[in-house]
T-cell receptor, first 111, second 117 residues
């Protein structure tokens, strides 16, 4: 069966510091991968998606970036965090665009 | 562009009763998919049910059913026989079918459901 991991689970970072969040998927090959952000009390907003290694599409302009160095690894990064980057970051995967399955999420607080 | 609207910030239901969570959507696409996800206090998004825009029958998954009214652009979630464990945030979402937008979900703001014993 497929599983999706995210780490860290929680993170507190000062404004201006760098960020690296990791997502890995097990039990599937060549999945579509997604990064969403959920601000407090809000719905999820798609940030990035990837259909293959090295293929990244950005949905909204921001100071975040994403990379996919391996088939089942998806990384979200920032060089300098802003207060507005606080939220829960959800990684998700799908096969051929059907239902998306989400990881446990990373709760980021920027202070 | 696609838009999902959930007008109920919070809903309350008595245990063992049924509850309907509202969702309306806006899209110019002819083909699309509609989803409901549950988010308990742990924060993980749990897939509940899916409805394709060309599906003639309403989707059902156990105690969950999706009341799909295409002409009204609504996709309400019905939970029958509510349980205390159903207390959570519920999100309606949609995605277009085909093209470069394939697979990308647009979410509503969510509805907090509280089940009373």
């Amino acid at each position: 069966s497929q599983t999706i991991h995210q780490w860290p689970a929680t993170l507190v970072q000062p404004v201006g510091s760098p960020l690296s969040l990791e997502c890995t998927v097990e039990g599937t090959s060549n999945p579509n991968l997604y990064w969403y952000r959920q601000a407090a009390g809000r719905g999820l907003q798609l940030l990035f998606y990837s259909v293959g290694i090295g293929q990244i599409s950005s949905e909204v302009p921001q100071n975040l970036s994403a990379s996919r160095p391996q088939d089942r690894q998806f990384i979200l990064s920032s060089k300098k965090l802003l207060l507005s980057d606080s939220g829960v970051y959800h990684c998700a995967w799908s096969e051929a665009g059907v239902e998306q399955y989400f990881g446990p999420g990373t709760r980021l607080t920027v202070t | 562009a696609q838009k999902i609207t959930q007008t109920q910030p919070g809903m309350f239901v008595q245990e063992k009763e049924a509850v309907t969570l509202d969702c309306t959507y806006d899209t110019s696409d002819q083909s699309y998919g509609l989803f409901w996800y549950k988010q308990p206090s742990s924060g993980e998004m749990i897939f509940l049910i899916y409805q394709g825009s060309y599906d003639e029958q309403n989707a059902t998954e156990g105690r969950y059913s999706l009341n799909f009214q295409k002409a009204r652009k609504s996709a309400n979630l019905v939970i029958s026989a509510s349980q205390l464990g159903d207390s959570a945030m519920y999100f309606c979402a949609m995605r277009p079918a085909g093209g470069t937008s394939y697979g990308k979900l647009t979410f509503g703001q969510g509805t907090i459901l509280t089940v009373h014993p």
